[in-house]
């Protein structure tokens, strides 16, 4: 029979539930000092998740001056937002959590003198008030750092929030005088 105890062997007990196991992502913020990742892990693997990689982004750091870390996991559905409350329950700042790597990306075109009105403050500006997260940046700065320079920053942003998000970014450019060029979203049909 195909069905034989060897072949039960192979499945993973974990996995018997009613919705099965899903895969997720979860992006965090952690200060750099020993043991902030493990302390961060632990919260997945006590509250049921499985982990499947851990992507620890040490040499680029976030413009709050915190290192960025994917951990990516797995668990049934019904236990994927207990994982997340008992990170935040740990102090573990939660920059993205879902099945998807982020909801959805945007490129914005920030131009003005960048570098002159604190470039980090902006960014940071960008993912507090607009609740976005900076993934990449670009600087082109022809005429030096005093001059006019522009940078393409692609944010992710939570699903269903791209139009609340580029207002708050529309919002800092206005405070530092900046252009902000938005990208073209398609509209409904």
Not at 33 to 40: D, Q, S, T, V
Not at 134 to 140: E, G, P, R, Y
Not at 161 to 180: F, V, W, Y
């Amino acid at each position: 029979m195909g069905d034989g105890p060897d072949s039960g062997d192979e499945d993973d007990p974990d996995a018997e539930t009613d919705g099965g196991v899903r895969a997720y992502t979860v992006r965090l913020e952690l200060v750099d000092e020993p043991g902030e990742l493990l302390r961060a892990l632990a919260p997945i693997a006590e509250s049921g998740g499985n982990l499947l990689s851990i992507h620890h982004e040490r040499g680029n750091i976030t413009p709050r001056g915190h290192i960025p870390v994917e951990v990516d996991l797995e668990c049934p559905p019904d236990r994927f937002d207990d994982i997340v409350q008992a990170l935040r329950d740990a102090g573990v700042n939660v920059i993205q959590a879902g099945e998807e790597h982020y909801g959805e990306e945007v490129n914005v075109v920030l131009v003005g003198r960048l570098v002159e009105t604190d470039l980090s403050n902006t960014l940071s500006r960008i993912e507090d008030e607009a609740d976005a997260v900076v993934l990449d940046l670009s600087l082109a700065a022809p005429d030096g750092t005093e001059g006019i320079a522009s940078a393409r920053a692609r944010l992710a942003i939570d699903s269903g929030r791209t139009e609340d998000a580029l207002a708050a970014i529309r919002s800092i450019g206005t405070d530092k005088e900046l252009t902000i060029v938005e990208p073209l979203l398609g509209g409904e049909a």
